[in-house]
């Protein structure tokens, strides 16, 4: 039966159980929600850019967490405002201490953190994996979970190892430079075998003496007294 059907502006027919009847008309971006067996629903949008999603018990809910940017075609998480890349996490909008990204493979389990925290930023994991930044689809810096760092190796065998290969002539796979050509100018390697390793260490220098003329220079120290032991100069005296 009709049910003495008054005719609403806007509003959208639906069935009961003995009858039509007529829902209340929605605001503009208004959307229809179904409520079961009972009377449909108009569920009003939130900001701008918010994101709808099934909620608790599957209803429809939308939540300022989670934001689409359509000029800038940026998603914000977090954030009603995203500021760069089509990726913004952050902790403006969630009630969280440490917004990031969680990558886990459940297998071995795996897991990967991308974390801002208020006074540093953190990449890494929490479990007892090693750590790789892959170049041109190859390792080119290896973290170990015993925390030697490779270059060029994925087993280094050392705090810090770098590897190279050039077969029967000589390579340099590290350099230390003073970017500047002033005279006296060194660049030092400091060697430390004590607990205050500020003060108390011996090194090995590079000074330019001058229209980049380059001695080697070896330094040792007594006390906090740090002095030049030994100097080649470049013309190898």
Partial sequence: TAANLVAVNGGIAYSTATAFALSAAGTVGAVL????????????????GELFHAGTGGTLDNDPALFWDDVNNRLGVGTNFPSAGMLHLSDSVLDQTKPGLRITDTTAPVTLLVT?????????????????????????????????????????????????????????????????????????MRFASSATPATRYAAISALNTGADNIALLFYTSTGAAFTEKMRITDSGI
Avoid: C, K, M, Q
């Avoid at 079961?36 to 949008?45: F, K, R």
């Avoid at 190796?153 to 003073?178: M, W, Y």
């Fill in 33 to 48: 929600v179904s409520g079961g067996a009972g009377a449909p629903t108009w569920y009003s949008a939130g900001l701008a």
């Fill in 116 to 188: 801002a925290r208020d006074t540093d930023s953190y990449i890494g994991n929490t479990t007892n994996h090693d750590l790789l930044l892959v170049a041109n689809a190859l390792d080119r810096l290896h973290i170990t979970a015993a925390g030697n760092v490779g270059i060029n190796s994925a087993t280094p065998n050392t705090r810090l190892e770098v590897v190279d290969t050039s077969a029967g002539f000589a390579t340099s796979p590290l350099t230390i430079t003073n970017f500047s050509s002033t005279a006296d100018t060194e660049v030092r």
